[in-house]
């Protein structure tokens, strides 16, 4: 599928981009932290599958790599422009109406904590059509159902094609219950990320 | 496993925090929305209730609100969590805990126990629990009932055990405990100087002084105005120069509280109580 001006359009306009991924997703994410401009008008959010007491050089690696400011997400932390947060491992990371995070060590979701689909169901009843939010490879269905919430709730949805997934299981379960509005390759994901916002 | 799907109006929301403030004398009304909203909808999914059903039963079932209260709050808990506060703990805090001759510790907010005998076990590796005292607080008294006796399932230790194995302590979890078929138990030397009973952070005051206060992952569902009330009962109920552990990604910002309380390790939010 090729990027229309309707698809253009709507990522220039968002102001949050969401991106969730497991297994098979962390070089993709890599990529993304690296191309995405300094000054692109939006708010970026990453969840990634991650084991806790596992210690992490994520947040290290995606700094060092990017052009945003990069930081981990801490409870109450304002929710800033041109900053790329990621979210902690061992809690949910949800949004609230006032422009905050709020973090939560409830029970987790298809034995993910952080969960994706908690922090894109909780993005979708903050700001609903201003997003767009990319799920990627992974070896569960977590996300799937936020994904839908949010295409439900007016968010431009993609799923990175499973052809092109180390792991197929994630795109593919979003694919299933139609939550993916379009269904991107990778070429074409970084393609339209790349596109510069609206002037 | 996915959430309700249609969550309440801000005007139901207000209708039922006002219901149990005004019948039950709970007030959850600075807690963080996005999660006591997500509660509320897993309790209303659990119980297969609607909006009018779960109104009608907190309003005239007494025996509700307390099965209501154990699921809104969150009980998710793990010994040693955050294997490197507990190590810093051990380095940075309990050297100077051990100059005191009583050590009161004060673990708000302890829902099944796991926190408050983690650390026991630290100060009995240190042979200092003999003159210390763990209070173990919480607003639901189920859980509490759950913190006395000290029992858990082998899978939760199996867990713990690999907590404790990152925190580079030079004991074992296990020897802390018996176990018992599928179970394991607290050794009651553990259990003897530790006491768990109903306290509330919004609506309840100082109750001791403690040499520390931890109450980790606990501000997450409160709104900011509100962890300013409580970290005010905190700076009212340490000992000058006693410690307060929040968890680690709760950081003090006020600028008021930063003047009150220094930081120890500022990853970990280890803090202490400075001036007056």
């Known amino acids: ?40 008008s939006k708010t ?32 109450k932390e304002p929710i800033a422009i041109n900053t790329i947060y990621v979210a902690p491992a061992n809690y949910h990371t949800l949004v609230e109406k006032q422009g905050f995070f709020s973090l939560d060590v409830s029970e987790a979701v298809w034995f993910s904590k952080p969960s994706i689909d908690v922090t894109f169901e909780s993005v979708a009843e903050i700001y609903k059509d201003q997003v767009t939010a990319i799920l990627f490879s992974g070896a569960n269905q977590d996300g799937a159902s936020g994904l839908l919430k949010l ?33 991107l390759s990778t070429t074409d994901i970084f393609k339209l990320l790349e596109t510069p916002p609206d002037t | 496993m996915p959430d309700a799907k249609e969550s309440l109006t801000d005007a139901q929301l207000t209708e039922l925090i006002d219901i149990v403030k005004k019948i039950h004398g709970f007030d959850f009304s600075d807690y963080t929305e996005a999660s006591f909203r997500r509660r509320i909808a897993r309790v209303m999914m659990i119980k297969k209730l609607e909006f009018y059903d779960l109104k009608h039963l907190l309003i005239n079932d007494p025996g509700f ?12 808990t793990e010994m040693f969590r955050d294997p490197a506060f507990y190590k810093s703990l051990h380095t940075q805090v309990i050297p100077y805990l051990s100059t005191y001759q009583h050590i009161k510790v004060w673990c708000a907010g302890c829902s099944t126990g796991e926190e408050a005998y983690s650390l026991a076990i630290l100060l009995n590796e240190e042979k200092l629990l003999k003159r210390s005292f763990i209070y173990g607080t919480d607003i639901n008294t189920e859980v509490l009932n759950y913190a006395k006796k000290g029992i858990y399932s082998l899978r939760k230790i199996k867990s713990y055990a690999e907590n ?24 009651s030397e553990l259990k003897q100087n530790t006491l768990f009973s109903v306290h509330n952070l919004i609506s309840d005051t100082v109750f001791n002084e403690f040499q520390l206060i931890s109450c980790r992952n606990v501000f997450i569902y409160f709104e900011t105005e509100l962890q300013h009330r409580i970290l005010d009962l905190f700076y009212n109920s340490l000992c000058p120069l006693g410690y307060l552990c929040l968890g680690n990604k709760e950081t003090i910002r006020s600028d008021i509280f930063r003047k009150k309380f220094k930081v ?13």
Not at chain 1, 46 to 72: D, G, P, V
Not at chain 2, 65 to 76: A, D, R, S, Y
Not at chain 2, 265 to 276: L, R, T
């Open chain 1, 151 to 183: 295409r439900q709730s007016g968010a431009l949805t993609i799923a990175q094609n499973p052809v092109e997934a180390e792991m197929t299981e994630m795109p593919q379960s979003a694919i299933d219950m139609h939550a993916a509005e379009y269904v």
């Open chain 1, 44 to 75: 970026v959010i990453i969840i990634i599958h991650r084991k806790k007491n596992f210690f992490s050089e994520i947040e290290k690696l995606f700094a060092e790599n990017s052009r945003m400011c990069l930081r981990e997400i801490s409870d």
């Open chain 2, 264 to 276: 120890i390790n500022q990853k970990e939010n280890i803090y202490q109580k400075i001036g007056s």
């Open chain 2, 164 to 187: 404790y194995l990152f925190t580079g302590l030079p004991g074992s979890l296990t020897d802390h405990f018996t176990m018992m078929y599928d179970a394991a138990a607290i050794h």
């Open chain 2, 65 to 76: 609100f307390q099965e209501f209260l154990e699921e809104i709050t969150v009980n998710v």
């Open chain 1, 1 to 40: 599928m090729a990027l229309d001006d309707h698809i253009i359009h709507r990522w220039q306009s968002s102001r949050i981009l969401l991106l969730g991924g497991s297994a098979g997703s962390f070089k993709l994410l890599y990529r993304i932290v690296k191309l995405l401009p300094a000054k692109c």
